[in-house]
């Protein structure tokens, strides 16, 4: 099918005839998602529970787990066609919850060219797969994680922590110096401009995380410790007030024109919850497609779906993680209404049917395929309709 | 706040439908929801793919008032921006439009919102109530913070009816009697005499009040 992203299979399993029964990835498992089955005393997974996270296929041992997603080899093709494409060997690895544009992880870690390597969770990120790096010629390794209360997966980023104190002791061991890996921690927060509220409350409202007060004439303050970065303040502010770092709004529109420039007509611009799916890491994906990352379905804002579809853009699909994934207190509902809301008054205008909202989980990569299939299907018949 | 819903979109591309060069004023006072630049700039997209869907090519320019009721505010604000424009679309209350057609008597003045009352948000139910509606006279303080003008459904000063059943009015069954809340909330309060004084006829003239110079 030309518009997979996903090459479909079970998105995380554990095989039987590697584990060694350790239950390592059972206690590391954010989500309880592995339990022990006591009688037979093999580890079980429910994929139901799983987010894949890829937190125990990093930590197998017998590595005896697999996924579909970033595993080791995909990530050593990866690197070895970037050390070429980037002429560099500087290894970035970033969280995709905690990374700035690249220009900001030049200046953070003062290295001018590098391989740029996001992944959904640093966490992933086997003690392996850094010394494969090392093997292959990448000198400089830095990682860049989510500050460990800001993990959307809870153990991910601390784990990271752990792992990479420990390689640096070993390959300082080896040789290699006292600090091989760099790793800083990074977390993108809420900007308020003070200059432009209007001390409506909105946000104060809808923080599912109690961030912003309103309790002075000088307009809102944000306790950044508590803001988790899922930017539902910002489409909820009427006054354009509030700002998302590295989401910012102007950022998020300057992608749109491009995108749908390299696109093939039925356009369907995808606007995803980074954590609904996972795109491939050779970033290919059909002429049809193109995807723009959000940090939570929350940040979705009108103003770029209607930019998208001012622009050309035949079909919108907003896409959520699935409710119980939801690694921000349900924001995903949050856009739902919004959706909702915004589709009723396209269809005032003629424009229903050419947004779609849903959620979707990476354990079910064949669900994100189906609704792909079937908007595209909608997107094409209004499109035939249009013609006749 | 001023509780005002957004007009249907087809009425509004009818209302511009004359006119290119359009301004959009957002309102960042009391309306809810908000009517601010946001609104405006949505407002702004849709009416464009709409006109694109109607072979009109509109031009907008948005911004946003303190607040659209205060001659001075947006008088500043709107001035600026009001060259070239053929038309004005405001996202205030009714008050909005009409300080804006005043302002700009040559140039037509419309309306995007339709609006409702003056309400109370209860933000965690997501609902927004018309519990008074500027009859110019309060009673509040004789009946316990419940405004029977507004809520009782016959506008009784000196109730209750007699209508209600199980508390509920006999007009609309999903409604509360307001009598009944008043009189609980005086009776917690120790004030029951409150009930027993006589409230005479309102002064109607008081809806005719006007800020003199």
């Known amino acids: 099918m030309t518009e997979a992203i996903t090459g479909g ?51 197998c041992p017998a590595r005896a787990i697999d996924t579909i997603y970033y595993d080791l080899d995909s990530l050593i093709n990866y690197l070895k066609k970037a050390k070429s494409k980037y002429g560099s060997q500087a290894l970035i690895i970033m969280c995709k919850g905690s990374a700035p544009d690249f220009a900001e992880v030049e200046g953070l870690f003062g290295v001018s060219n590098f391989i740029p390597l996001s992944v959904p969770c640093v966490g992933r990120i086997s003690d392996e797969m850094f010394l494969k790096a090392i093997e292959m010629g990448i000198s400089e390794i830095y990682v860049l994680a989510c500050d460990e209360d800001y993990c959307r997966f809870e153990r991910g980023s601390p784990l990271a922590g752990r792992r ?16 091989a890996i760099t790793l800083k921690r990074n977390s993108l927060k809420v900007k308020v401009d003070k200059d432009l509220c209007i001390s409506c409350g909105n946000c104060v409202f809808y923080c599912p995380y109690h961030a912003p007060r ?22 909820m502010c009427p006054a354009f ?28 611009l995808v606007f995803r919850c980074q954590w609904a799916f996972f795109p491939p890491l050779d970033g290919k994906l059909s002429p049809n497609i193109r995807v723009i990352d959000l940090p939570c379905a929350a940040r979705v804002d009108t103003i770029h779906i209607l930019g998208a579809l001012q622009k050309g853009a035949d079909g919108v699909l907003v896409v959520a993680c699935s409710e119980d ?39 079910d990569p064949e669900q994100w395929d189906k609704e792909l299939r079937q908007f595209r299907q909608k997107i094409e018949a209004i499109s035939e309709g249009k013609r006749k | 706040m001023i509780v005002t819903a957004l007009k249907p979109l087809d009425e509004i591309l009818e209302l511009i439908s004359p006119y290119s060069h359009i301004l959009i004023a957002g309102c960042d006072g009391c309306t809810q929801p908000p009517r601010g630049i946001r609104e405006a700039r949505t407002l702004s997209q849709l009416l464009e793919l709409g006109g694109k869907r109607r072979g009109k090519d509109f031009k907008f320019k948005v911004t946003t008032v303190v607040k659209q009721c205060d001659s001075v505010l947006t008088a500043s604000a709107l001035k600026p ?21 005043e302002l700009f008597p040559d140039i037509p003045v419309l309306p995007a919102q ?32 419940i405004c029977p003008v507004t809520r009782c459904a016959k506008g009784l000063l000196n109730g209750a009816c007699g209508g209600a059943r199980n508390g509920k009015c006999e007009m609309n069954p999903e409604r509360d009697c307001t009598w009944e809340l008043i009189f609980e909330r005086l009776e917690r309060l120790g004030k029951l005499d409150n009930i027993k004084e006589f409230r005479p006829p309102r002064n109607y003239q008081a809806k005719a009040w006007r800020l003199t110079p």
Not at chain 1, 217 to 225: A, K, P, Q, T, W
Not at chain 2, 85 to 92: D, G, H, K, Q, R
Request: proline share 3%.
């Open chain 1, 241 to 268: 007030a509030l700002e998302l770092e590295n989401w910012e709004r102007e950022r998020i529109s300057a992608l749109i024109p491009g995108l749908l420039a390299e696109m093939k007509p039925p356009k369907l």
């Open chain 1, 325 to 363: 994934d939801c690694k921000q207190e349900k924001a995903g509902g949050k856009a739902q209404r919004l959706v909702a809301k915004l589709n009723e008054r396209l269809s005032q205008i003629g424009f229903q049917d050419r947004l779609h909202f849903c959620s979707i989980a990476p354990r």
């Open chain 1, 164 to 179: 990479i104190l420990a390689l640096n002791r070993l390959l300082e061991q080896l040789g290699y110096g006292k600090e």
């Open chain 2, 81 to 101: 921006q009001i060259e070239g424009v053929e038309a004005v679309l405001s996202l205030a209350c009714g008050i909005g439009p009409q300080m804006a057609a």
């Open chain 1, 9 to 59: 299979g079970v998105a995380v399993k554990i095989n039987e005839e590697y584990c060694s029964r350790c239950s390592i990835c059972r206690s590391l498992c954010p989500f309880e998602a592995i339990t022990k089955d006591a009688e037979a005393g093999k580890v079980v997974l429910d994929i139901e529970k799983c987010q894949v996270c890829g937190i125990c296929y990093s930590a």
């Open chain 1, 214 to 235: 309103l309790e002075s004439e000088e307009g809102i303050s944000v306790d950044l410790d508590a803001c988790k970065g899922c930017g539902l303040c910002i489409v």
């Open chain 2, 114 to 145: 339709n609006t409702h009352f003056m309400g109370e948000e209860k933000r965690e139910e997501g609902i927004l109530l018309e519990n008074c509606s500027a009859c110019g006279d309060c009673i509040l303080a004789l009946t316990g913070g």
